[in-house]
């Protein structure tokens, strides 16, 4: 079965601080990772996906195949960082989310 | 810069009566899915749909959800009877391609419905 675990439902930081979002996935097929981000009152927006391997507002995400984890990175964090972030597997014909992790990024 | 359009943005209703969910979906797109989050839950897959059939359903989609593509812009999701479980945020969403580089999912705003 396609599953998604993110471990943390709250992460709060200081801005400047470092910042690691957890995500291990379980699926037997070719993986495709996905982080998507959520602004307080906005839409779900495509932060990063594994394939691009760019960084996208600083942040970064490695596909791990080895340890089935997909984890999001930032080394400074910043208050506008502050929403909820979402990883998702596809590869299939439909995203399977997490439940999600809300970042707070304290001045 | 395109984006996923839904109305409306909330939704309140009767347990018992029929609503409809519409979506209107980046234009070159092909792909089209619904997706629900209750509150406090995670963002759960309903449907996906392309070429005017369902592609894959997930066991939330029952006999009581439809979809369709009345023509070439809408993407409307029907629920026959709703319950008070239905209550949720309610995502459309929709990508160029399933595979590649076009298969990132773009999400509108989202329809909260409400059934009392």
């Known amino acids: 079965a396609q599953r998604v675990t993110q471990p943390e439902k709250l992460l709060s930081v200081f801005k400047g601080a470092p910042v690691e979002l957890k995500c291990n996935y379980s699926?037997?097929?070719?993986?495709?990772l996905f982080w998507y981000v959520q602004y307080s009152r906005q839409r779900l927006q495509l932060l990063l996906r594994h394939i691009s391997r760019e960084s996208i507002k600083g942040f970064t995400a490695d596909l791990n195949k080895g340890e089935t984890s997909f984890h999001l990175k930032k080394p400074f964090a910043q208050e506008e960082d502050s929403a909820m972030y979402y990883c998702?597997?596809?590869?299939?014909?439909?995203?399977?989310f997490g439940t999600g992790t809300r970042l707070l990024v304290s001045p | 810069e395109p984006e996923v359009t839904q109305t409306p943005s909330h939704q309140v209703t009767q347990m018992g009566q029929e609503v409809i969910l519409r979506c209107v979906p980046i234009s070159n797109h092909l792909y089209f899915y619904w997706y629900r989050q209750i509150l406090g839950q995670k963002v759960e897959f309903l449907v996906s749909?392309?070429?005017?059939?369902?592609?894959?359903k997930s066991e939330i989609f029952d006999d009581q959800f439809s979809v369709e593509r009345p023509d070439g812009s809408n993407f409307t999701l029907k629920i026959r009877s709703t319950k008070l479980e239905d209550s949720a945020m309610y995502f459309c969403a929709s990508s160029v391609s399933r595979g590649g580089s076009g298969d990132t999912q773009y999400f509108g705003p989202g329809t909260r419905l409400t059934v009392l």
């Open positions: 749909f392309y070429n005017n059939e369902i592609s894959e």
């Open positions: 998702a597997l596809g590869g299939l014909q439909k995203l399977v």
């Open positions: 699926y037997s097929g070719s993986p495709e």
